[in-house]
């Protein structure tokens, strides 16, 4: 299996989880992973070049997905418009989308980047929570899809809604040097990240994805 993993924090806890999984697992050996930035898998995954992946959400309706996201309930931090420019951000297609559907002038920046912007500015708006305030929802950015190995997909999936990570020190105090931040910081910015789509969730996606529609 050819699975894509976007390469951010905020889905630390499910590289984890699959290195985990797969340590005890006979699909080891033919497992192959590719991170990207969110572009980039939904690409890969339109060319059939990888099976499964993390794509973002405004992609996702082309491809059976699981009920796994990647979601925030009010503020993401990770998922901005600062006051600059206008521009796009290239790694992403549902934010920039967002931001036009909301009407938010600036330039676009996600994923760590993003969170380190927050923690040494927070000077921007947070599309999450622009989003909450306009429909009382969480916001769905990414989805767990496929185009094969849907059976197994989905058995991970419901195993890793199922599990409560645990995340080593060490592996906190790497990730958190490589971004620039604490490992505090990095918890911290985990508590408001979640996975396990729901009835609100699936609402908010839906919406998003009709209204979003009006403004390509």
Same mark, same amino acid.
């Given at each position: ?10 889905? %630390?806890?499910?590289?984890?989880? /699959? &290195?985990? #999984?797969?340590? @005890?697992?006979? $699909? ?80 676009? %920046?996600?994923?760590?980047?993003? /969170? &380190?912007? #927050?923690?040494? @500015?927070?000077? $921007? ?87 979003? &529609?009006?403004?390509?």
């Amino acid at each position: 299996m050819r699975f894509g993993s976007i390469s951010y924090l905020n889905l %630390l806890p499910f590289q984890l989880f /699959l &290195k985990r #999984y797969l340590k @005890n697992s006979s $699909a080891k050996m033919g497992f192959r992973y590719k991170r990207a930035v969110p572009s980039r898998i939904n690409a890969l995954l339109k060319r059939k070049e990888v099976d499964a992946g993390f794509i973002s959400s405004i992609a996702s309706q082309k491809f059976k997905c699981t009920q796994l996201g990647i979601i925030a309930y009010k503020k993401v931090y990770s998922v901005l418009v600062l006051p600059e420019e206008e521009a796009k951000d290239p790694a992403s297609a549902t934010s920039n989308a967002l931001a036009k559907l909301l009407h938010i002038k600036g330039r676009v %920046l996600i994923g760590d980047a993003a /969170l &380190k912007y #927050y923690f040494d @500015n927070q000077n $921007a708006i947070d599309l999450a929570e622009a989003w909450h305030r306009k429909t009382g929802l969480p916001f769905v950015f990414g989805r767990l899809c496929y185009n094969k190995h849907g059976k197994a997909i989905e058995k991970l999936a419901k195993k890793f809604a199922r599990t409560k990570m645990k995340i080593p020190q060490y592996i906190l105090k790497q990730e958190a040097k490589k971004r620039g931040i604490t490992p505090a910081q990095l918890l911290w910015y985990l508590e408001h990240i979640y996975y396990k789509m729901e009835e609100k969730e699936n609402r908010s996606l839906r919406l998003f994805l009709k209204q979003s &529609k009006k403004t390509r």
